[in-house]
């Protein structure tokens, strides 16, 4: 499973350099749905938690212990009993899932992930990002949300410095600059602001 920082995890580890709070980020990709399951997404961000601390928790040692005797994963209702557990240990806890909507809904992975995570409110500060999908934004209804968008210019000026690092890309397209404007211009239509 693929972890991304991102500005707000890096904001967030500036702002509060404190040991009793603690940061814990998911990031979504489509190409790793097969890994992203409920449980192994809630024990990684066990995981991170686990990793702020100076020792680990006897509970969570108990588990290790014992699951490698029996040599079977702990269950979703384990690793999240222990989550929850962890959550209690700090005075805050943020928890930051990028890409939400890239996390599988046909196997179920995304509705049981997000089962686990509402059993730590209000414990936590949850910040989710997805695109508009209406099962995500069910999920979320009451929740203060702000669209972002990118402008078609965004877009336009990433295509060019793309094209323009790339060789190979350089070499196709220089040749026929109408090509080149449209193949911009295709790709702007199709972002649709993402």
């Given at each position: 499973?693929e972890?991304?920082?991102?500005?707000?995890?890096?904001?967030?580890?500036?702002?509060?350099?404190?040991?009793?709070?603690?940061?814990?980020?998911?990031?979504?990709n489509?190409?790793?749905?097969?890994?992203?399951?409920?449980d192994?997404?809630?024990?990684s961000?066990?995981?991170?938690?686990?990793?702020?601390e100076p020792?680990?928790?006897?509970?969570?040692?108990?588990?290790?212990?014992?699951?490698?005797?029996?040599?079977?994963?702990?269950?979703?209702?384990?690793?999240?009993?222990?989550?929850?557990?962890e959550?209690?240990?700090?005075?805050?806890?943020?928890?930051?899932?990028?890409?939400?909507?890239?996390c599988?809904?046909?196997?179920?992975?995304?509705a049981?992930?997000?089962?686990?995570?509402?059993?730590?409110?209000?414990?936590?500060?949850?910040?989710?990002?997805?695109?508009?999908?209406?099962?995500?934004e069910?999920?979320?209804?009451?929740?203060?949300?702000?669209?972002?968008?990118?402008?078609?210019?965004?877009?336009?000026?990433?295509?060019?410095?793309?094209?323009?690092?790339?060789?190979?890309?350089?070499?196709?397209?220089?040749?026929d600059?109408?090509?080149?404007?449209?193949?911009?211009?295709?790709?702007?239509?199709?972002?649709?602001?993402?």
């Amino acid at each position: 499973m693929e972890l991304s920082r991102s500005i707000v995890v890096d904001y967030l580890e500036r702002y509060f350099e404190r040991e009793d709070i603690a940061i814990a980020y998911i990031y979504c990709n489509y190409k790793e749905q097969g890994n992203q399951t409920s449980d192994n997404l809630i024990a990684s961000l066990l995981q991170q938690l686990v990793r702020s601390e100076p020792t680990i928790p006897d509970n969570i040692a108990s588990l290790y212990y014992d699951q490698t005797k029996k040599q079977r994963r702990p269950t979703l209702s384990e690793w999240s009993k222990l989550l929850q557990s962890e959550v209690h240990r700090f005075s805050k806890v943020f928890i930051i899932i990028d890409a939400l909507d890239e996390c599988t809904e046909s196997s179920g992975s995304r509705a049981s992930f997000l089962t686990e995570i509402r059993k730590l409110q209000p414990s936590i500060h949850l910040l989710v990002t997805s695109r508009h999908i209406l099962t995500v934004e069910h999920e979320f209804k009451e929740a203060a949300y702000l669209e972002i968008r990118a402008s078609d210019e965004d877009v336009r000026r990433y295509v060019k410095d793309r094209i323009e690092q790339d060789r190979r890309l350089q070499t196709n397209i220089s040749a026929d600059p109408s090509l080149r404007e449209t193949v911009i211009d295709s790709i702007v239509k199709k972002a649709n602001g993402m």
